[in-house]
């Protein structure tokens, strides 16, 4: 039997772990590496089977690794200038799959997560390089190409690279900056260059964000997506309180949602209500079928969906993350700090009136003294006007004429004076992301993290909250 290359072995272990966790295909349009389903047999016996006995031809190659440091070939503290072109990273064209080469006679290999996959020792042949395993696992030989290029020996190519990028993580650098086009031309994010940023056609002041290696991974259909959209009506429940302030952003959420994403919806899960100080956010978590992808692959795929208000601009901000169940966390949770850097700035703040720094007396029979630290509770200042207390800080609520505290809870009046308004205004600037498809009936049993999203009619908004 042929040996097996480090290219098809690489694919053959990304294959069992994107199977083992319901990922995406990683040979998905594109030719198939050598034998991956014999492969993936092999590499997952190899992993249980694998000892620490060096074979004699691996063992012959280490003599020659140090043959070539000793003769002064490699290593020392030469310029860079002074080094083989092979020396350095190298990346397997088409696929997130690294090879990095020292000048110490050692290789390593990288998958897409940035983890070390194998390693051993090389030495130069004359026509290029020989490879050998720690594992003791048959040796590969890449050959030079005439433009200082590297060939495996199933024909598949390398092209050197200044660094390795890798899968994003909450944990990347943010070392990008992204500057909107329009009307906030001067407003930006920073982002990691684990991502790729994309302009959304007939959208403005939009960035979509995608993995730069994403493609033929299980991340190939994560993304992260900041959009500016216009408001209407007069606004004014967003500029008395986080009481009134709260339905608007329910119903900004709902009416996203509604507009764009209806069709792809399959469950929502909940939705979590903030009072920023200088914004407002309201962040609803949800299941979207597979047909929210012009390809279809028949799987689940989950969402936060988050809405921001900055104050009287005309506009809300909305941040949509989508991503496989298993890698969801780590964009949204990136997302969250790409929009810690949003740079517009201004001196509106949620609460119209100065906030004070301890709280009063609480209101109704619930409560505990002013000021204890970790207790919660509403309470009313002189103008008659309502404060809730989180047990750190004080939150603006309402005018006193908007609302009300019974039994240790805020309610709206009635008569507050507010006409129904839709503040959400549907521009059609394409944000359904790709064609027109049926609402998938009844995806089943699975993911247990956000339960079942086949125990849930198709989505019907959120009005309790």
């Not at 390398?158 to 990347?172: A, E, H, N």
């Amino acid at each position: 039997m042929r040996k097996k290359s480090l290219l098809s072995v690489s694919l053959a272990a990304m294959l069992v772990m994107l199977s083992a966790c319901g990922g995406g295909d990683a040979t998905a349009n594109s030719e198939p590496a050598t034998r991956t389903a014999e492969a993936a047999t092999q590499t997952a016996e190899a992993g249980t089977e694998a000892t620490a006995e060096v074979s004699a031809n691996a063992e012959e190659h280490k003599e020659q690794a140090a043959v070539t440091r000793d003769a002064g070939g490699l290593g020392g503290d030469k310029a860079e200038s002074d080094l083989p072109f092979y020396v350095g990273e190298w990346r397997f064209d088409g696929y997130a799959i690294y090879l990095s080469i020292g000048d110490d006679s050692r290789w390593s290999a990288y998958n897409a997560s940035g983890k070390v996959t194998h390693s051993g020792d090389y030495y130069d042949n004359g026509d290029g390089l020989t490879m050998s395993y720690d594992d003791g696992s048959d040796d590969n030989t890449y050959t030079f190409t005439d433009d200082n290029g590297l060939k495996d020996e199933d024909g598949n190519t390398l092209s050197k690279v200044d660094k390795m990028i890798f899968l994003p993580t909450k944990d990347d650098p943010l070392n990008e900056t992204y500057y909107f086009d329009t009307n906030f031309k001067d407003v930006s994010v920073n982002y990691p260059d684990t991502l790729t940023t994309y302009k959304r056609e007939g959208m403005k002041d939009t960035v979509l964000f995608s993995p730069t290696v994403g493609a033929k991974t299980g991340d190939a259909r994560c993304s992260i997506q900041i959009t500016h959209e216009q408001l209407t009506g007069k606004q004014r429940k967003l500029q008395c309180g986080s009481g009134p302030a709260k339905g608007v952003m329910v119903n900004l959420l709902n009416n996203v949602l509604e507009h764009h994403y209806k069709k792809y919806l399959l469950k929502t899960i909940s939705t979590d209500f903030k009072d920023c100080g200088t914004y407002y956010s309201i962040t609803g978590y949800t299941w979207f079928d597979s047909n929210i992808f012009e390809n279809n692959d028949g799987k689940l795929y989950r969402g936060v969906c988050q809405m921001r208000y900055y104050g009287p601009t005309g506009y809300f901000v909305a941040i949509i993350t989508i991503g496989t169940p298993e890698r969801i966390d780590e964009y949204y949770e990136l997302s969250q700090k790409i929009m810690d850097t949003y740079s517009y700035k201004s001196d509106w703040n949620t609460s119209p009136k100065t906030v004070p720094s301890k709280p009063g007396k609480p209101s109704g029979k619930n409560g505990s003294d002013p000021g204890d630290y970790g207790t919660a509770y509403y309470w009313t200042d002189a103008d008659g006007d309502i404060w809730y207390w989180n047990g750190s800080n004080n939150e603006f609520i309402s005018y006193g004429s908007n609302g009300y505290i019974d039994d240790g809870q805020y309610y709206e009046s009635n008569d507050a004076g507010w006409d129904d308004e839709d503040y959400y205004e549907d521009n059609d600037a394409g944000w359904n992301y790709y064609d027109d498809y049926d609402i998938y009936s009844d995806p089943g049993d699975g993911y247990d993290s956000w339960s079942d999203p086949g125990d849930y009619e198709e989505y019907s908004g959120w009005d309790d909250y």
